[in-house]
DNA sequence: ATGTTC
């Protein structure tokens, strides 16, 4: 196989608005390289996997410098890994993962953004299309009238403190212990819904304030509930075992996270981190990257929020499937598991958590602990990994990635190569190509709406403005995206699904 | 992403 090393210099925005130069390598058909440069304090190299139109994108905004700047930490391991949906985040770029220490390393707030827990829930039915055309329209009603979204929504539920403590610090073992779900749910999410390591009196009571009255609603931005149909299968075998067996069968997607509570985590636990940086003296190229050493009682104290803000999203998810099912059986007159809702997976997309992981490019046998920070990236472990539940064992992990509103998301499955490759990690979504407000300027939500409506998608939202910054051409390529994760072999592709109907915040 | 600017 020909892998040119043609370089060539990119050029990439910095906060200290000087335009910084990279070499960047080709070292693959779909990877990258950033050589390390000690001399400008990078302590590791970035690699990119992605194809050339995304990659072109990348160069246009500060992705590839954000990437570089990560390099930085202290503790970071082996390189920093961008993404084919990479783009411009708060300090890390959002489609990245990074991998620190667990001794010497640090932990960093901006690793795992402000959506903690953001992430995607696939739910079976055993539905076909032509079943549920007829009753759409009012199907997408029922949902939207029972799981409020939108920005600030409340009323799904409303938490006594008691309550929300035990949803910190149990997830969703909370929620299928008191009635909004079934036992073997909590056997097809990451974690089994529950994040041991947390701790709700490390949540401020702001953010407790925020979460009582949130619980089971979607939010707003690219949070969407969708009701998809089977497109193509990819990999029979693997989508046997996830319960998807045949084209234009019916399927529920969901995306949403840990709405305010987990949004001021994040803040709090960044000040927190912020003023607490001239006591560990660590040097960074973007204040954005604050961070504490691992140990730290900082570092230690988010790592429990953070753990508890991960139960809550999980819960949330939780919260709404259980209506999600409700009202499919309003509206088709059966109960859920007649119609055989089953969880597909929950996976998270904004996540900190401690694995093992190869460290050594020239000694994959040899591992050790680290932090792993996934900002906008979805775990891929493959089969034979004992953290993939007993019953996708023997094919490995679903990995859930979202296309933006009206276009394709996907099933891929977790591969070997991604332990070696991307610290068991792939892409999550199809990546925003357009500001808010150009998006808002380019696409008018009539305009939206018909474009849906052309294609036999049905639309319910709770925002015009979220309709049009959300419209699918404001996003970049979601079929690109698990190309390239395909043709790396991090995640292969399983099954590609597109929407009839949308809920939006 | 977000009680969309502490």
New binding site residues.
Partial sequence: MSSSRASSEIATRTNSRTVEKYPLSRVGPFEFRIERDARKGMRAPVTIYSNDALIAKMQTDRTIGQAVNVTHLPGVQKHVIVLPDGHEG?GFPIGGVAATDFETGVISPGGV???IN?GVRLIRTHLTEKEVRPKLKELIHEIFRSVPSG???TGALNLSSGQLDLVLSEGVKWAVDSGYGVQKDLEFCEENGTMKHSDPSKVSN?AK??GAV?LGTL?????FLEIETVNNIFDDEAAKVFGISERNQVCVLMH??S??L???VC?DYLRIVEAAAHIFNISLPDRELACAPAGSREAENYRLAMGSALNYAWTNRQIITHNVRRAFERVFGSSFSDLEMDLVYDVAHNICKVEEHSVDFDNPAKKKKVFVHRKGATRAFPKGNPAVTLQYRNVGQPVLIPGSMGTASWVLLGQEASMDRSFGSTAHGAG?NMS?GAAIRTYPYESVRQDLQSRGIILEAA?KKGVAE?APGAYKDVDAVADVSHNVGIATKVVRLTPIGVVK?
């Fill in positions: 708060y953004g402000y959506d953001c920005l600030g929504n702001e304030k925020r949130s939010g707003s931005g690219n949070h949403t996270g709405r305010g987990g949004h001021q803040s925003r808010r925002s959300e915040g």
